[in-house]
């Protein structure tokens, strides 16, 4: 089996593959969407004629811009940390819970909840409201549980990939590398194998319940779920709707609590008092850093360029070099599939025309056989 070139061994190789792979991909889009091109047109019309007609109906395009704006970004997030066949970007540690977190510090910090401010910036920033309320970790909660579902349709979105794939193969009566590996090592007594069996197995008897509790909880073999349920026909619907309610309403459900409480006031003045008590060196240093942390919070002046604090400063840089890799790794699968893709064409090319030889020889023999007698 021919190995896959990488952006590393042969990175001129890859990105003509990676070249390739964008073009039939965006050939195959423009052939689906041509069937639907009366609907295209009409949405088209709609989101653009009234920019450029000026009137009452302006602030009203303005409004929808921004909650658009606001709901494809964490869809998109969402996506990103999903997507990709394992190779998602982790958007919640990234982005998601940083937002969280940010927020409910900011309200403890006011004792109240946080106005978002428009900014020039992708992000927001957050200010204080002139008067104090008092929180509980249910209006934190409440605050950012919009963006949370958001979050969590696009990961169920981002799964589908693997879905359609294994849908097209099996249609197609083709075999999937990633389940012949599973029926393979059935035998095997390892904890990964076990799981792997247990989720194939129980997809072909109860697919939603399967798929719902596979997405309930974080699961490196969901990918399983998809191709298995790609290859078994299980209809769209099923698959995602449970992949929907897993993530979006189970998972999410658990995580947001989990991470307003951790960084509500309680935790991190405890977690503060054990690092004083068993690590008192570095003590001073995270206290003057919340310090210089809640200063920005209640002052958003202090969130323009040039002002960011080195830590916040190295956390850019990490999300950039996530991101990097995440790109890499996204085109490294692809170009990866395509070669076996590939490979699989030309087996069966020449299995047909070795298929066709022996025929076309036998047919032969047997006219020679007929002149004879």
């Given at each position: 089996?021919?190995?896959?070139?990488?952006?590393f061994?042969?990175?001129?190789?890859?990105?003509?593959?990676?070249?390739?792979?964008?073009f039939?991909?965006?050939?195959?889009?423009?052939?689906?969407?041509?069937?639907f091109?009366?609907?295209?047109?009409f949405l088209?019309?709609?989101?653009?004629?009234?920019?450029?007609v000026?009137?009452?109906?302006?602030?009203?395009?303005?409004?929808?811009?921004?909650?658009?704006?606001?709901?494809l970004?964490?869809?998109v997030?969402?996506?990103?940390?999903?997507?990709?066949l394992?190779?998602?970007?982790?958007?919640?540690?990234?982005?998601?819970?940083?937002?969280i977190?940010?927020?409910?510090?900011?309200?403890?910090?006011?004792?109240?909840?946080?106005?978002?401010?428009?900014?020039?910036?992708?992000?927001?920033?957050v200010?204080?409201?002139?008067?104090?309320?008092?929180?509980?970790?249910?209006?934190?909660?409440?605050q950012?549980?919009?963006?949370?579902?958001?979050?969590?349709?696009?990961t169920?979105?981002?799964?589908l990939?693997?879905?359609?794939?294994?849908?097209?193969?099996?249609?197609?009566?083709?075999?999937l590398?990633?389940?012949?590996?599973?029926?393979?090592k059935?035998?095997e007594?390892?904890?990964?194998?076990?799981?792997?069996l247990?989720?194939?197995?129980?997809l072909?008897k109860?697919?939603?319940?399967?798929?719902?509790?596979?997405?309930?909880?974080?699961?490196p073999l969901?990918?399983l779920?998809?191709?298995?349920?790609?290859?078994?026909?299980?209809?769209?619907?099923?698959?995602f709707?449970?992949?929907?309610?897993?993530k979006?309403?189970?998972?999410?459900?658990?995580?947001?609590?989990?991470?307003?409480?951790?960084?509500?006031q309680e935790?991190?003045?405890?977690?503060?008092?054990l690092?004083?008590?068993?690590?008192?060196f570095i003590?001073?240093?995270?206290?003057?850093?919340?310090?210089?942390?809640?200063?920005?919070?209640?002052?958003?002046?202090?969130?323009?360029?040039?002002?960011?604090?080195?830590?916040a400063q190295l956390?850019?840089y990490?999300?950039?070099?996530?991101?990097g890799?995440?790109?890499?790794?996204?085109v490294?699968?692809?170009?990866?599939q395509?070669?076996?893709?590939?490979?699989?064409e030309?087996?069966?090319?020449?299995?047909?025309?070795?298929?066709?030889?022996?025929?076309?020889?036998?047919?032969?023999?047997?006219?020679?056989?007929a002149?004879?007698?």
């Open positions: 089996m021919v190995e896959a070139p990488t952006l061994s042969n990175p001129i190789k890859t990105l003509y593959l990676f070249t390739i792979v964008l039939n991909y965006a050939k195959d889009a423009v052939k689906y969407l041509s069937k091109w009366h609907i295209i047109g088209a019309l709609v989101v653009i004629a009234p920019r450029f000026e009137g009452e109906h302006s602030e009203l395009v303005r409004q929808g811009d921004e909650i658009a704006y606001f709901m970004y964490w869809l997030l969402g996506i990103m940390s999903s997507v990709g394992g190779t998602g970007l982790h958007t919640f540690v990234l982005y998601l819970g940083p937002h977190a940010k927020t409910t510090i900011q309200a403890y910090e006011c004792n109240a909840l946080p106005l978002f401010v428009p900014s020039k910036y992708a992000t927001q920033y200010e204080c409201p002139k008067e104090a309320t008092g929180i509980t970790i249910f209006d934190i909660i409440k950012v549980y919009f963006e949370t579902v958001l979050f969590g349709i696009g169920a979105i981002g799964e990939p693997p879905y359609f794939v294994a849908r097209a193969a099996a249609l197609a009566n083709k075999k590398e990633e389940l012949e590996e599973v029926l393979e059935k035998d007594n390892s904890f990964m194998q076990r799981m792997k247990l989720i194939y197995n129980k072909q109860n697919a939603f319940l399967t798929v719902m509790l596979c997405a309930s909880i974080p699961n969901f990918d779920a998809g191709i298995t349920c790609g290859h078994f026909l299980i209809s769209f619907w099923t698959f709707g449970a992949t929907v309610l897993g979006a309403f189970i998972k999410m459900h658990i995580q947001l609590p989990m991470t307003v409480f951790v960084f509500s935790p991190v003045k405890a977690l503060l008092n690092i004083q008590k068993y690590i008192p003590y001073q240093f995270l206290s003057d850093l919340l310090d210089k942390q809640r200063k920005q919070l209640r002052d958003p002046s202090l969130f323009k360029e040039g002002t960011k604090p080195l830590l956390w850019d990490f999300i950039i070099l996530m991101i890799f995440f790109m890499i790794s996204i490294n699968s692809l170009v990866a395509y070669v076996t893709e590939q490979e699989q030309k087996k069966k090319s020449k299995q047909h025309h070795h298929h066709s030889n022996k025929h076309h020889t036998g047919d032969h023999k047997t006219s020679k056989k002149k004879s007698s």
